[in-house]
Structures are given as structure tokens and as C-alpha cells.
């Protein structure tokens, strides 16, 4: 999916990406990363569509084609942009029957067009809304600080800062590989996701055993 007809093909990048060049892998992110991120909201329920989760689901997507490509699981007879489609379409339905099967425990992100603590408060039920939202940015916060230091710092430049992977690598080093820094996200909110997790875990057991 070439916007720029002098750029490189899918083909091209992925016989370099095959020789060892992670750059063209990058490429590639930054070319399907709108179009993976629009379908995976389209065949997710209303109820599953969290920016967070979406961007969760598309790292899957491309470190799953980074292993295929490298596992050699990519014909090049196929076209690219329907593999990872399909690739897309796959992994997102594994999302929606695990959330079938088990509480998905969401990670609410302050807006990233707003200021976390500049909500409509205008009655009792917004303020207190507000006032949940507000805690649970603080909680976030809290539990980046037990992230690993090389989790932490990338998660960090793209939820809270709202970088592109590309401005990340930019920014942290260029000389290691785009798909490293998309590694380090995806198990950042792993992470995250557990910690939260165990703290909704014991504050449900603390009401349990409150007489």
C-alpha cells in the first residue's frame, strides 16, 4: 500500500527486512499502522474498543508478521497487505473470545487531546467520574515506575507522550531496531495490565473481608 510511487514495494522491503535490515520492517509498520488500526476497531465490540487495547492488538500484529517473515511463513506469492490483514483480523478475534472467557481488565489512559485533570465537572455524577479517571491516571503512573527501565521509558514516549514508534527510535537511539522498541511497548502493557490487575484483585478482597 505505496502512497509515494518512488518508494520501496511491500517485496522490496520485505526481501531486505529477510537480509537483515530492520529499518525496512519499520517502514512497513509505519505504512499499514492506520489502515491494521481501523480494522481491528471495526471487528472489535463496541465494549472492547480501548485505544489501548487496539494498540495492544496491533503489536501483536506486526511482531506475529516480524516472526512470520522471519520463520519464512510469508509467501511472496501472496500480497503482503492481505497477509497482515488476515494476520489483523485473527488476532483480534482471539482478543474478543478471551474477553469472552475471562474480565479484561482495562488500562484507562488520561485523553491524550486534554489535560488529565481539566474534565467537564459540571455536576455531582461528572465530578465524580472525573474524579475516577484522574485516580486511575495516578494509578498508571504509580505502576509505570515498576516497569523495567527499557519498558518504562518507551511506554511512556507513546501513551503519555503520544510519539509514533518512529519519533521513539528517534529519540531513545537510533541504532536499535524499530521492532525492538514495538517488543518493549507490547510487554510494557503486559505488565501494566497484571499489576493492575493484582491491585483491583486485593482491593475486591479488602471489601470482602471489611466486616
Keep these: 500500500m505505496r502512497t509515494n510511487p518512488n518508494s520501496p514495494t511491500d517485496e522490496e522491503l520485505i526481501r531486505n527486512f529477510k537480509s537483515g535490515d530492520d529499518k525496512s520492517f519499520g517502514i512497513l509498520v509505519e505504512r499499514y499502522s492506520q489502515k491494521l488500526t481501523d480494522n481491528i476497531f471495526f471487528h472489535l ?51 474478543v473470545r478471551m474477553a469472552k472467557k475471562k474480565q479484561v481488565v482495562p488500562l484507562v489512559w488520561e485523553d491524550r487531546n486534554r489535560n488529565e485533570h481539566a474534565y467537564d465537572v459540571t455536576d455531582g455524577e461528572n465530578r465524580e467520574i472525573a474524579i475516577c479517571r484522574q485516580e486511575d491516571a495516578l494509578r498508571l503512573r504509580e505502576k509505570l515506575d515498576r516497569l523495567r527501565p527499557e519498558q518504562r521509558e518507551v511506554v511512556y514516549l507513546r501513551y503519555f507522550k503520544s510519539l509514533s514508534f518512529k519519533e521513539i527510535r528517534e529519540t531513545l537511539g537510533r541504532e536499535t531496531p524499530l521492532n525492538t522498541y514495538l517488543g518493549r511497548a507490547r ?12 491491585e483491583l484483585e486485593k482491593e475486591e478482597e479488602a471489601k470482602i473481608l471489611t466486616p
Excluded: H
Design 45 to 95: 465490540p463496541s465494549s472492547l474498543r480501548d485505544p489501548l487495547l487496539i494498540e495492544d492488538i496491533l503489536q501483536d500484529v506486526f511482531i506475529n508478521a516480524m516472526k512470520g517473515l522471519k520463520n519464512r511463513r510469508y509467501l511472496e506469492a501472496k500480497k503482503f497487505e492481505g497477509w497482515i490483514c488476515t494476520i489483523s483480523y485473527n488476532r483480534t478475534m482471539d482478543y
Design 187 to 198: 510487554y510494557g502493557l503486559i505488565n501494566l495490565r497484571k499489576l493492575m490487575k493484582e
